[in-house]
């Protein structure tokens, strides 16, 4: 998992609130992503940020918010929008600002169920 | 559409026994290549990366092998262990931020 952490390890929540899932790298990388991983499904990405206060949208990012404050920091929030939000969530960062001239490297993941 | 299919979607095997994961991709243009394994519940972590160049990538008793003509790759483990059980991911690269995952082959390994 290298240095980067993800917070909690599980996650329960009610349908209707909105819930964060927090993500640390100590690594000093530029770039972190968040990825949503579905039993049977490739990873998907969310939302990815190759610099501070910059934050572009995936392929999936309806219902979802990130923010980047800070270089180690890089939070998702699951809102109540996001229709289907149960799911494993990968959080990922690189050193370089173009990811696939970079490694990824991944965090251990947050496991979230909605009922 | 850039996508990524891998084969089969799980497979047994004893411990001992050697085992080939397949990657058949139609990502373009073509970067680069990654194996990672991911054990349950846990990230992935990086097996090994291939560019095109590359026909062959070892990593200890994981082997990569890359064809970047019929755009396929393998991922071959040796003399299998308890260890091994894990999801096996292959991903490829079209040269910018953008990845493109495979949905894994799951590998059990019995005693």
């Known amino acids: 998992d290298g240095g980067i952490t993800q917070s909690p390890k599980y996650l329960f929540r009610k349908e209707g609130q909105n819930v964060t899932l927090s993500c640390e790298q100590n690594l000093n990388h530029d770039a972190m992503y968040w990825y949503r991983q579905d039993p049977g499904q490739g990873l998907r990405l969310i939302y990815y940020?190759?610099?501070?206060?910059?934050?572009q949208k995936g392929d999936i990012a309806e219902g979802y918010s990130v923010s980047r404050e800070k270089k180690e920091s890089f939070p998702l929030t699951v809102t109540s929008a996001q229709k289907n939000p149960t799911a494993f969530y990968l959080c990922?960062?690189?050193?370089?600002?173009?990811?696939?001239?970079?490694?990824?490297?991944f965090g251990p993941g947050t496991r979230l169920t909605v009922t | 559409k850039n996508q990524v299919e891998q084969s089969p979607q799980s497979l047994i095997i004893l411990e001992g026994k050697n085992c080939t994961l397949q990657?058949?991709?139609?990502?373009?243009?073509?970067?680069?290549l990654r194996w990672y394994k991911q054990d349950t519940g846990r990230g992935p972590v990086s097996l090994t990366i291939?560019?095109?160049?590359?026909n062959t990538k070892s990593n200890g008793r994981y082997t990569a092998t890359l064809d970047a003509d019929t755009k396929q790759s393998s991922l071959h483990i040796t003399a299998s262990q308890l260890s091994d059980s894990a999801s096996y991911i292959c991903v490829v690269s079209a040269g910018d931020y953008k990845l493109s995952f495979g949905a894994g082959t799951t590998v059990t390994v019995r005693a």
């Open positions: 940020s190759q610099i501070v206060n910059d934050f």
């Open positions: 990922a960062s690189s050193i370089g600002t173009s990811g696939a001239a970079y490694e990824q490297y």
């Open positions: 291939m560019t095109f160049s590359e």
């Open positions: 990657c058949n991709y139609t990502v373009s243009p073509f970067s680069n």
